[in-house]
């Protein structure tokens, strides 16, 4: 029995669109989808004949141009609806803690006037008085690490 290598890639392209879709759906990240579309393209072109050494290069070489040009533009252009807040604005200023917040715990900082619930991600509990810096706003909660 003579190993057909054509056939061979034809199977490896379908395996390799299924499994890159697959992770793609999996991770939502918009990497895998490219790799994916490649292979569609590589499976037509061993469908229709084409030799083995052009399927594999434009298979990477078309997958590697989608991921590093359309990628950028589909992440911005799903990334629209994020709707912006002023307490975007927090973030990287520095706040007082009114309330001890222990290590991956909750408490309570003052940050332009107004308190606010903080959890503590840095590895060294925050004291009553001591500055905390806000690294991220996650619901009405900021995520703080001492300075």
Same mark, same amino acid.
């Given at each position: 029995m003579t190993l057909d290598w054509n056939a061979f890639f034809i199977l490896l392209w379908f395996i390799i669109i299924i499994v890159a879709a697959f992770i793609e759906? +999996?991770?939502?990240?918009?990497?895998?989808?490219?790799?994916?579309?490649?292979?569609?393209? +590589?499976?037509?072109?061993?469908? +229709?004949?084409a030799h083995i050494a052009v399927q594999i290069v434009v298979f990477f !070489?078309?997958?590697?141009?989608?991921?590093?040009?359309?990628?950028?533009? $589909?992440?911005?252009?799903f990334r629209t609806n994020i709707i912006g807040t002023n307490a975007d604005r927090l973030?990287?200023?520095?706040?007082?803690?009114?309330?001890?917040?222990?290590? &991956?715990?909750?408490? &309570?900082?003052k940050v332009e006037g107004k308190y606010w619930t903080a959890i503590l991600s840095g590895s060294e509990?925050? &004291? !009553?008085?001591?500055?905390? &810096?806000?690294? $991220?706003?996650?619901?009405?909660?900021?995520?703080?690490?001492k300075v």
């Amino acid at each position: 029995m003579t190993l057909d290598w054509n056939a061979f890639f034809i199977l490896l392209w379908f395996i390799i669109i299924i499994v890159a879709a697959f992770i793609e759906a +999996s991770t939502m990240d918009l990497t895998s989808v490219w790799f994916s579309i490649g292979a569609v393209i +590589s499976f037509i072109l061993a469908i +229709s004949g084409a030799h083995i050494a052009v399927q594999i290069v434009v298979f990477f !070489v078309s997958s590697i141009i989608l991921l590093l040009s359309v990628r950028p533009l $589909a992440k911005r252009y799903f990334r629209t609806n994020i709707i912006g807040t002023n307490a975007d604005r927090l973030i990287g200023k520095i706040a007082v803690c009114t309330q001890a917040i222990e290590v &991956e715990g909750r408490g &309570e900082v003052k940050v332009e006037g107004k308190y606010w619930t903080a959890i503590l991600s840095g590895s060294e509990p925050a &004291e !009553v008085d001591d500055r905390v &810096e806000i690294l $991220a706003i996650e619901g009405n909660k900021l995520i703080v690490v001492k300075v």
